[in-house]
């Protein structure tokens, strides 16, 4: 077994500056307000960002594939909406999930495909989607809709209980699902690989023959079920559908990506780290709560002081890595000496 | 051995905007064999291997693979029909590992997922076949890029079934490795696999190739038995004229202004890059770094122009002394460097030819003297002429341009700036014959004029030729230096070998 600090590597250590980050946050709160130190405090963390949580994994695959999704907050407002109309018909639960679900991925088959096929800008493109999904969000009502259904009431209630006291909500056990399924996806199938290469270089990816069109494609309509899942676990959350929702959200997104690690350049980054950042701007809300008297902007203020702190950390690991580019390979010295002056002398004579 | 078609092309066009790269050329790969593609650079050679692996989509032709005609669309299709290929540009991802590279888009697998154990290993094992020792788990980027072009080679030699193709795989690689290449291309070939070699190195295809086949403009000049083909003849195909390489060579003038020093460093040296070092450099000399791959030449190249920092040393500059050294000053002190490595360090893809040569002059003169685009576009044209660049115009995008006309914008870059000092970092790789002794010249020229040339190289023949002096490196030590007549292939190769086998007479010294 290797040490802790023999594992901690160019491409980790970013995690394990935001863990760092994490437990002084965390310990801070802990020193200065009485009962922020419980383990409720720490798994409201949790209930409260669920949504979040699934939709900046989501938002961490198109980062790492070399892209971007701006579309995804106002998808979840519209997963949010669609759902409160469906009820409002009488619709049954199942159905409202499967169509949130299936409108998402609609989304992000759109995105992927205008992206891939016509080479725009995911910048571009998934921003009139993001108008898109906020304007259908308006046409359906500009009015917030109270969702009263049974199976949504008890899931959005339900508690299950841990050790102690304490508790979560289902919403967590399906965040911490796909934080799993997206750690194990990334690493070990050949669609998260490709992601990673494609974030590395497309051309590369292309010359290298992996299937490129349908990579990105597929990333897009994977962060669009995503968010529509994040939509779900949200109206689970807040029961009500509202086109207003979580206006802005998709740069907390973004945010928690980057202080969890995930390059914004493409190509790196590990799969727990959106969720750490989400944490972590959690506690910050946490901490300014507790603190009383500062107004919530605050929050803001200290994110983007992390983001300025987190992306020097990035581009200096990236400084790093360039200037120690040139490893050159360790040969058996022996077979090489003997070998080289001969072929030495035939390259070159013209 | 079998000789029936593997591989038959007929009437390959391909055009670009303002460009014929091919027109109507026919090929035939055979199985069995090592098949040549010659050419300058520019005649078309990485684009007929584009049209056949579905990169390009081709104006016009057909091919036809063991008897019946294919269409690949992407090189994902070529590779299941069974042409693998190693592309003329680095085409592996350097943000993943090694292993990941050799084996990415056909992962081992256990219960479903992939199995990065046996992924691991079985790279390991792949790259040994090629007689390289390295941690596979370390991602590509830091490693060299000989190393990096043996991962693509070893990921395609193990892809190949039936058709593998090289273009230029061997520029960026060292004597030994070029050995373990060929090895492994003549296992296969014995195995009945049809191998396409594109390179520059006449010896190289005297060596190991069996047929040759010449564009030039873009038309098929013929196919050829290696055996049969004298070199001034083939070199004669591929310019489309009459070839006598002794015209071609230029001759050392008496030089302006020698045994005048223009840069002296004394005991330069960076922990684990080079060893303490002493050089001049005189105005209007070519000094040569000789040594193997690894053998600290570029990182003295590197000190000299302040991309390094140095532990220890002196360094100073027509005797005035300098505290410190980065590349804007290396640059407003009048030198000039064209580094190894310009796939990654030197071209803007996206400019032009023309910005891409006045780059380095307006730096020096600073951003707000701009030079009129009239101007500019008279020096651009001026070295796309002497260094015989093949383009419709100084307007097209570099990245469009062949890689070895790529190469020869940025030495026109520096060329540009009338440097003081030139340090040339083997500024004829994968550059074809003709160009080849074009360049060596114009920096015989230069000299002559009173520059000062660093000049590296692989290729000792262009070194003795070029070189007043040749300051011999060994594992990032200096171990000699030899001048004038004692300047010979041969010496330097017997000091390159000799540092650490003074005991051993059966080293194959000599020749
Ligand atoms: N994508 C492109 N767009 C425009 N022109 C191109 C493009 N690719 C190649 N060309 C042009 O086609 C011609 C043939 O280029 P190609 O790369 O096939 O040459 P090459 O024989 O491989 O030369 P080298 O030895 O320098 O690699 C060149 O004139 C080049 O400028
Ligand atoms: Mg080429």
Redesign the pocket.
């Given at each position: 077994m290797k040490s802790l600090y023999g594992r901690i590597s160019h491409n980790n250590i970013i995690i394990f500056a935001t863990l760092l980050l994490l437990v002084l946050l965390y310990g801070a709160g802990s020193f200065q307000y009485t009962g922020f130190f419980s383990q409720q405090v720490f798994l409201n963390l949790f209930i409260d960002n669920a949504y979040l949580i699934i939709v900046a994994t989501g938002m961490a695959f198109v980062i790492i594939s070399g892209g971007i999704d701006l579309s995804v907050a106002s998808i979840v407002a519209l997963v949010s909406m669609v759902a409160g109309s469906l009820f409002q018909q009488g619709a049954n639960a199942f159905v409202v999930i499967l169509a949130s679900l299936a409108i998402g991925v609609l989304f992000g088959l759109g995105h992927g495909y205008l992206i891939a096929r016509f080479k725009l800008h995911p910048w571009i493109v998934t921003l009139a989607g993001m108008f898109l999904a906020r304007g259908i969000s308006y046409l359906i009502s500009t009015e917030s809709i109270v969702i009263s259904n049974s199976f949504f009431n008890e899931v959005s209630q339900y508690k299950i209980r841990l050790f102690g006291d304490g508790f979560i909500s289902i919403s967590v056990v399906i965040a911490l699902v796909v934080v799993v399924a997206a750690i194990l996806g990334a690493k070990y199938t050949a669609f998260g690989r490709a992601i990673y290469a494609l974030g590395g270089s497309e051309k590369s990816s292309m010359l290298m023959g992996l299937p490129v069109e349908r990579t990105i494609v597929s990333v897009y309509a994977l962060s669009g079920f995503m968010s529509a899942l994040g939509g779900v676990v949200f109206t689970f959350y807040t029961l009500s559908g509202y086109s207003l929702h979580l206006l802005g959200m998709e740069m907390d997104a973004i945010a928690a990506c980057v202080i969890g690690g995930i390059l914004l350049t493409g190509g790196f980054g590990y799969l727990i780290g959106p969720m750490l950042g989400v944490i972590c701007t959690g506690i910050i809300q946490t901490l300014i709560m507790f603190q009383g008297t500062l107004s919530s902007w605050w929050t803001k203020i200290a994110i983007g002081f992390l983001l300025f702190l987190f992306m020097a950390i990035q581009r200096l690991i990236v400084m790093q890595k360039d200037r120690g580019a040139t490893k050159s390979a360790r040969r058996k010295p022996a077979a090489t000496l003997q070998n080289q002056p001969k072929s030495v002398n035939k390259i070159g004579n013209l | 051995m079998d000789t029936g078609q593997l591989l038959r092309a007929q009437g390959i066009s391909k055009s670009?905007?303002?460009?014929q790269?091919l027109s109507k050329v026919d090929f035939t790969l055979r199985r069995g064999e090592i098949h040549a593609l010659m050419?300058?650079?520019?005649?078309?050679?990485?684009?007929?291997i584009?049209a056949l692996t579905g990169v390009y989509e081709k104006d016009a032709g057909m091919v036809w693979m063991n008897g019946r005609e294919i269409h690949p669309k992407s090189p994902l299709q070529a590779q299941d029909m069974g042409i693998s290929t190693v592309y003329?540009e680095v085409n592996l991802c350097p943000n993943l590992t090694v292993a990941e590279n050799i084996f990415i888009g056909r992962y081992p697998r256990k219960r479903m997922l992939i199995d990065w154990e046996t992924m691991n290993r079985r790279s390991q094992e792949l790259l040994e076949r090629l007689d390289l020792y390295i941690d596979v788990k370390q991602s590509l980027s830091s490693y060299s890029v000989a190393v990096q072009q043996m991962v693509a080679i070893a990921r395609a030699v193990d892809i190949s079934n039936g058709v593998l193709i090289l273009?230029?795989p061997t520029s960026s690689l060292d004597t030994n490795e070029v050995k373990q290449l060929f090895a492994v291309m003549r296992k296969l070939r014995n195995e009945g696999l049809g191998i396409i070699f594109?390179t520059?190195f006449l010896d190289q295809v005297y060596e190991i190739t069996d047929r040759i086949t010449v564009?030039r403009n873009?038309k098929l000049v013929g196919e050829f038995e290696t055996e049969q083909l004298p070199r001034t003849q083939l070199v004669s195909h591929m310019i489309g004229r009459e070839w006598n390489p002794d015209d071609a060579a230029g001759s050392k003038q008496a030089r302006k202004g020698e045994n005048q020093p223009f840069v002296i460093a004394k005991g330069l040296a960076k922990r684990g890059s080079i060893e303490p070092i002493d050089l001049t450099i005189h105005r209007g000399e070519v000094l040569g770094l000789a040594g193997l791959l690894g053998s600290g030449r570029t990182e003295v190249a590197k000190l000299i122009f302040g991309i390094d920092k140095p532990d220890e040393g002196e360094f100073t500059i027509d005797n005035a002394m300098m505290s410190s050294m980065y590349p804007r000053k290396a640059i407003q002190q009048g030198f000039g460097f064209t580094p190894e490595d310009r796939k990654v360090a030197g071209i803007v893809g996206e400019l032009s030819i023309r910005e891409n040569i006045v780059l380095a002059l307006q730096a020096r003169e600073g951003l707000f003297k701009a030079l009129s685009v009239r101007k500019q576009k008279e020096i651009a044209d001026h070295y796309i002429q002497l260094l015989r660049i093949?383009?419709p115009s100084s307007e097209?995008k570099i990245?469009?341009?062949?890689?070895?006309?790529q190469q020869k914008v940025i030495l026109a870059r520096w060329l540009a700036t009338q440097p003081k000092l030139l340090i040339l970092d083997e500024p004829t790789r994968?550059?074809?014959v003709g160009s080849k002794l074009e360049i060596r010249k114009l920096i015989l020229e230069l000299a002559g004029q009173g520059i000062s040339v660093l000049f590296i190289s692989a290729e000792l023949e262009e070194m003795v030729q070029c070189c007043d002096r040749v300051v011999v490196l060994r594992d990032k030590n200096p171990i000699g230096e030899l001048a004038g007549a004692d300047m010979t292939e041969d010496r330097i190769m017997h000091m390159i070998a000799e540092g650490g086998l003074t005991h051993d007479q059966t080293g194959g010294i000599g020749a």
């Open positions: - | 670009f905007p303002g460009v790269a050419g300058e650079n520019g005649a078309g050679k990485s684009t007929l584009k003329q273009d230029e594109v520059h564009l873009g093949k383009t097209q990245e469009n341009l062949s890689g070895g006309n994968g550059i074809d």
